[in-house]
């Protein structure tokens, strides 16, 4: 080594060693326990417990299936109404000016049928997506809730399929795509929060009710 390395190196030493409390760091001893601001805390919900317990899933399926009966009753009179234009129809002779008037009328309805089917279906699926973004929103506001009363930095979402002790129904493919999708591996009862959740979303839901009642 050239003299001048030598003699940096050895200032370098003599430096160190001069200031009170400073030496080389072991890379044996143990990490310094980090600050309390440092700590994260991590609480888990089962989405899945919370959205089957919830009461608002089980209203909007019942309001959407009175939709859908609604609309199969008035679907059966649209194809009531153009049975009978068609019944009318055959009470003229095929070719004649008022056969071809009753067909032209029986096509005209057919295409507005048509059209109304695929409207109200369209209505339909536009209803189940909004309900469910709304039941999910309400899960997130009431898990943001429950997170900053407990002072919690992250929550993670936990929707595990189940997996039951018979996997002889389960093809290896099926089983290999329930264990990859696994969110979490392991959490103990004081990580989870799903029962403060589903008491806080219900709370929400019922303060938001008597609220638009009171207006």
Known sequence: ???????????????????PGLSAPNPQAPLPPAANDHQIAIGVVNVTTVYLQMKEP???????????????KEQQQREQALSDMVKRRNDF??????????????????????????TA????????????????????????????????????????????PDLSAVSVQELSQRLSSRAVLYYDKKADITDEV???VEANLANGAAAAGAK
């Open 93 to 118: 002779k095929p070719g004649s000016a008022q056969f071809d008037d009753e067909t032209r009328k029986i096509e005209d309805e057919q295409v507005k049928y048509q059209v109304w089917v695929a």
């Open 1 to 19: 080594m050239p003299k001048m390395l030598l003699a940096l190196a050895s200032t370098t030493v003599i430096v160190m060693t001069a200031i």
């Open 121 to 164: 279906r369209a209505q339909l699926d536009r209803q189940a997506k909004k309900n469910l973004k709304q039941i999910f929103d309400h899960i997130q506001q009431a898990t943001r809730d429950v997170a900053q009363q407990m002072h919690l930095n992250v929550v993670i979402a936990d929707q595990s399929p189940e997996i039951g």
């Open 198 to 200: 589903l008491t806080r």
């Open 58 to 72: 089980k209203k909007l399926s019942e309001a959407m299936h009175s939709q859908q009966e609604q609309l199969q």
